[in-house]
C-alpha cells in the first residue's frame, strides 16, 4: 500500500454494542464500520486476534450480543474510491426484479450475472444498486446470498429488526428455499436426497472450490423429479435443509448429475451441446421462498425463470416430444 493513498485510523477503536447492532455477524459489522477495508484484512485481523469482544478472540461467524464491548485494533486503509454508480439499465433492471415490498423486506428476482455486493474487482452489485435508488432508506441489507449466477428470489431487510427476525428463522429453519435446476443425465425418481458433507477448499490460483468430504460439515439437500428430457437432462426441485456454500451444484455433481452451464462443476462437453438449446448460463434457480414475515403471518414468493432458460426448456421439450412420437 502506498503512502500517498494510505491513511491512519485511530490508535484503537471501541464500540458498544446495543440491541440495535445485536444480532450481527462480526465480520458484517466489521465491514459496515471500516469503510474501505478489503475483506481480506479484515479477515487477517480477525484470524490473528487483533479484534476482541469483551478482551476475548472470536471467530468470523461470532454473534454480536447486546452489551458486547469490541476492539478494534489500529489498522491503515486506502482513502476510499468515489462508488460507481448505477446505470439507467442496471437501476430499470432492478427495479423491475421487485417482487414485494413492505416497511420490513424487500424481495427480489435476481438476475443471473448480477453479484449481491461488490468486491473482487465488481463494483457495484445487488445491495450496492438498491440503496443508490433507494436513498432514503436508513438501512438495507442482504438477509441471505445468491451466487452470482444463480438467479431468483433473494431477500433485503429494511430494519436492523427484521434483518435479526429472518436471520432467527433461518437458524430456526422455519423458512424453505425452493431451487429449480436442469441437470445432465436422467435423475432417478428414487433418489430423494442428497446427505453429503461438504469442504471448502481453496486452489493455488486463490478459487475457492467446494467438495464431498468425510471431514466435511454435514450437508443434505431433498430433491425432487419434475420433468425429464430424453434421458439427455431432468428438471428436478432442490430444498437445501443445510446451507453450505454452493451446496446444490455440489451435490447435484456427487449425485453424478451436475448441473447444466456450471463452469466449475458442470461436463464441460454437455455444457457445451447445450449451448445449442439457449443455456448459456448455470441452471440454478431460487424459484420460491416460503417465510414468515416479520410483521406477523407467512407468505410465498415465487420467482419466475428468465426467458433464456425458459426458451431452453421449451427447446428440449421438442426434442423430448420427436423422441416420443418414434
Known sequence: ???????????????????????????????TRLKGAPKTLIYRILRKGEVRVNKKRIKPDYRLQDGDLVRVPPIRLSEEKPQATVSDNLKHLVENAILFEDDDLIVLNKPSGLAVHGGSGISLGLIESIRQIRP?????????????????????????????????????????????????????????????????????????????????????????????????????????????????????????????????????????????????????????????????GRKIFHAPLGDELENGLKKLQKIDGQSSAR
Request: hydrophobic share 40%; glycine share 6%; net charge positive.
Open 136 to 296: 432514503d432508506a436508513r438501512f438495507l441489507e442482504l438477509v441471505h446470498r445468491l451466487d452470482r449466477d444463480t438467479s431468483g428470489c433473494i431477500m433485503v431487510a429494511k430494519k436492523r429488526s427484521a434483518l435479526r427476525f429472518l436471520h432467527a428463522a433461518l437458524q430456526a429453519k422455519q423458512i424453505t428455499k425452493i431451487y429449480h435446476a436442469l441437470v445432465e443425465g436422467k435423475w432417478s425418481a428414487r433418489k430423494t436426497k442428497v446427505d453429503a458433507p461438504l469442504q471448502k477448499n481453496e486452489l493455488k490460483s486463490g478459487e475457492r472450490i467446494v467438495k464431498a468430504h468425510p471431514l466435511g460439515k454435514p450437508s443434505l439437500t431433498e430433491y425432487k423429479v419434475l420433468q425429464r428430457f430424453d434421458g439427455l437432462a431432468t428438471l428436478v426441485e432442490a430444498r437445501p435443509i443445510t446451507g453450505r456454500t454452493h451446496q446444490i451444484r455440489v451435490h447435484c455433481q456427487f449425485a453424478g448429475h451436475p448441473i447444466i452451464g456450471d463452469d466449475k462443476y458442470g461436463t464441460d462437453p454437455v455444457n457445451r451441446e447445450m449451448k445449442g438449446y439457449g443455456m448459456r448460463r448455470l441452471f440454478l434457480h431460487a424459484a420460491e421462498l416460503r417465510v414468515p414475515l416479520p410483521s406477523g
Open 1 to 31: 500500500m502506498s503512502e500517498e493513498t494510505a491513511v491512519s485510523a485511530p490508535a484503537v477503536q471501541w464500540f458498544e454494542i446495543d440491541s440495535e447492532l445485536a444480532g450481527q455477524r462480526i465480520d458484517n459489522f466489521l465491514r
